[in-house]
T-cell receptor, first 111, second 114 residues
Framework: LAKTTQPISMDSYEGQEVNITCSHN???????ITWYQQFPSQGPRFIIQ???TKVTNEVASLFIPADRKSSTLSLPRVSLSDTAVYYC????????????FGKGTRLSVIA | DSGVTQTPKHLITATGQRVTLRCSPR?????VYWYQQSLDQGLQFLIQ???????AKGNILERFSAQQFPDLHSELNLSSLELGDSALYFC?????????????FGPGTRLLVL
């Protein structure tokens, strides 16, 4: 099971771009990288998923280098409402290995 | 609204008691997951069911048990409750059973053991 490492916390001002990097040095060939967002007292919500290079949706972008040993979630022009915990997960559809959410990165957006 | 429902929203009970948490997955989803989140802790995976069968097990205590019924709803039973069991319990569901599947989380059940 590929373990992930993320910063415990980050601070940002409103309007800035925020990049949260996740390390997953032993990612397997079949593994995908998925990011979730969790607001206080709510369940996590899927943000984005990717396998390699770059994926973009209406919420965020995900950058994955060629060696796939890390990934970066990019949130453009954050607002106060982006204050949340962000989880990076790595997993595939093969095997019986469950996803491990870990403690995530607590992002605080300041006015 | 994720489409996943959990009942009850809040539960207050005493040590030594037993409670049952209920989860209804999104329509069409076959997998149900249970997670525990204590104050300021990350999500701890407990157990996953897929189409009625146990699929994966995490850090679930022996005092805890779960099942998924033929209509795909799931129940998490917590017995001999201790103060440390106080936490938010989330249920999630997904269409498939693999680690790539997008999980949709319910609003959670907040359990307080006094």
């Amino acid at each position: 099971l590929a373990k992930t490492t993320q910063p415990i916390s980050m601070d940002s001002y409103e309007g800035q771009e925020v990049n949260i990097t996740c390390s997953h040095n032993n990612i397997a060939t079949n593994d995908y990288i998925t990011w979730y967002q969790q607001f206080p007292s709510q369940g996590p919500r899927f943000i984005i998923q990717g396998y390699k290079t770059k994926v973009t949706n209406e919420v965020a972008s995900l950058f994955i280098p060629a060696d796939r040993k890390s990934s970066t979630l990019s949130l453009p022009r954050v607002s106060l409402s982006d204050t949340a915990v962000y989880y990076c997960l790595v997993g595939s559809n093969s095997g019986n290995t469950p996803l491990v959410f870990g403690k995530g990165t607590r992002l605080s957006v300041i006015a | 609204d994720s489409g996943v429902t959990q009942t009850p929203k809040h539960l207050i009970t005493a040590t030594g008691q037993r409670v049952t948490l209920r989860c209804s997955p999104r329509s069409g989803d076959l997998s149900v997951y249970w997670y525990q989140q204590s104050l300021d802790q990350g999500l701890q995976f407990l157990i996953q069911y897929y189409n009625g069968e146990e699929r994966a097990k995490g850090n679930i205590l022996e005092r805890f048990s779960a099942q998924q019924f033929p209509d795909l709803h799931s129940e998490l039973n917590l017995s001999s409750l201790e103060l440390g069991d106080s936490a938010l319990y989330f249920c999630a569901s997904s269409v498939g059973r693999g680690g790539r599947e997008t999980q949709y989380f319910g609003p959670g059940t907040r359990l307080l053991v006094l």
